[in-house]
């Protein structure tokens, strides 16, 4: 617990510095526009770290989150356009094939035996194509657009004129992943499985369960990004959403969730959603070139599993 709470305020600090570091650079920075982009993508990427920090609780990994706010994007925005259904309705659809998609993962990973790197590896390429394939069917390849104004609202309207309405999503299934984690049995079976998976068995923990609702769960919140993220951009776009996955595993590793599973908090994914937006927003405050950003983040990906692994070591 100690070194919990020592590794978060470690990263707290860091994230301080790297505001305070950008304001020095660019005083824009510091601006109301520029605070509610960072709030808005924490958002998206906190929903999306929410499902990847289950995931890898139990010992996996999920490599398709970006690649299905692309095909949950394009999707609704087909939905809405072509279809002309309900947004509800609409919303539903895309929630149920995240969840259908999740399923498959769960299935493959559990019964199937099969490395959830490789099913989910898979996915990453699948719901991408896809996309693509929709969009070159209806559009000859170009973005879905002419959206309802209604739902273009959810993605960029702001509650009191500063609060971005994507963080309501994010706040509450950030709620209620905390209170399963932390107040259920089901969060300490999640921590078990991961901790040590034959152990957990041999305790009568369902172990196949749990790591099928978790894949589930991070399939489910990644088509809820996509939805907000289509919504933001207002069109369904097949190049939204690259490299999200990278950023999205960022963020939760370098919040102190251990790839080798059972120890990590959703209080630190929280920071390193932060960390990460920051970063991203200020890469662009600091005249980066845009091809650098993925270098860059990849490198801290690199940091943080490597202090990971020196830290269980010890």
């Not at 992943?177 to 009568?204: D, H, K, S």
């Not at 370098?254 to 920071?271: A, E, K, V």
Request: aromatic residues 10%; positive net charge; charged residues 10%.
């Amino acid at each position: 617990m100690q070194r919990r709470l020592f590794q978060e305020a470690t990263l707290l600090v860091a994230l301080v510095l790297l505001v305070a570091f950008s304001i020095w650079r660019n005083p824009a920075f510091s601006s109301r526009e520029n605070w509610q982009i960072i709030t808005r993508e924490a958002a998206l990427f906190g929903i999306l770290g929410i499902g990847e920090t289950l995931v890898i609780l139990t010992g996996g990994i999920d490599l398709a989150p970006g690649s299905l706010v692309t095909l949950s994007g394009v999707v609704v925005a087909y939905l809405l356009v072509f279809t002309h259904l309900p947004m509800p309705l609409a919303f539903f659809l895309v929630l149920l094939m995240g969840l259908l998609i999740g399923a498959v993962h769960g299935l493959f990973v559990t019964k199937l035996r099969v490395p959830p790197f490789i099913i989910t590896l898979g996915t990453l390429s699948a719901a991408r194509g896809l996309a693509i394939v929709l969009c070159m069917t209806v559009t000859g390849g170009q973005p879905i657009v002419n959206l309802p104004e209604s739902f273009a609202r959810l993605g960029q309207g702001s509650l009191w004129g500063w609060l971005p309405i994507p963080f309501i999503p994010f706040a509450l299934f950030f709620m209620l992943a905390a209170l399963l984690l932390y107040r259920t049995r089901w969060g300490r079976y999640i921590f078990a499985v991961g901790g040590n998976l034959e152990a957990a068995r041999l305790a009568g923990v369902p172990v196949d369960a749990v790591r099928m609702f978790c894949y589930m769960a991070s399939a489910g919140l990644a088509c809820v990004t996509g939805v907000l993220t289509a919504a933001y951009v207002n069109s369904g776009d097949p190049n939204v959403g690259v490299a999200w996955e990278l950023y999205t595993i960022a963020a939760v590793v370098i919040g102190g969730t251990s790839l080798m599973g059972g120890q990590g908090t959703l209080w630190g994914t929280l920071l390193g959603t932060v960390f990460m937006s920051v970063l991203k927003n200020g890469l662009l405050f600091w005249n980066v070139p845009p091809y650098w950003h993925d270098v860059v983040v990849g490198g801290v990906v690199v940091a943080a599993v490597t202090l990971d692994t020196l830290r269980r070591r010890r």
